[in-house]
């Protein structure tokens, strides 16, 4: 008496490595019909082990110029986009920034409506970012400081202390 064929219990990886190549190749196809552009940029969730930024845009319709945001050195000026991590706190949002070689007196931080804008240059780096708020914050509620090239600017809300 034979024994029945072992039906395997996962999926080969190659077989799903070609499946989801096959995938990309439709979701693409149904893009490139509608003319579609995805922009995707984030950082990693906390308790994945994982550090960094990421960013990368899809666009479907080629006849179209495409938009792009580059965090880094942008290669046609001399200017830094730093990267920035915010907090939110109940009574306030703090802003970190990486600006190595900076110190808290080569650093401008203005506010216009519900825009931060950060500038900072120290040689012949330059940096600069604008940074949308989601509310209008108080005059005299933006402080920052600076400790080796690390900026950390406090922007207190309305109507707390």
Known sequence: MSEPPVQPTQEDPFQGLIRGVQNLIQSVAKATESGAQRIRQGA???????????????KADLAKPSLTIEVGQVPDRDIIVPRI?????????????????????????????????????????????????????????????????????RVRKPGTT
Do not use: W
Not at 44 to 58: A, D, E, K, R
Not at 109 to 132: D, F, M, Q, W
């Open 44 to 58: 990693f969730p906390q308790g994945t082990g994982l550090q960094g930024v990421y960013g990368f845009t899809i």
């Open 85 to 153: 991590e915010q907090i939110d706190e109940p009574d306030m949002l703090r802003l970190v920034a990486e600006m190595p070689g900076v110190s808290v007196n080569d650093v401008r931080v203005t506010v216009e409506g519900a825009t931060l804008h950060l500038n900072a240059e120290k040689g012949e780096r330059k940096y600069r970012r604008s940074i949308p708020l989601s509310f209008v914050p108080l005059e005299g509620a933006v402080g920052h400081g600076c400790a080796d090239g690390i900026v950390e600017i």
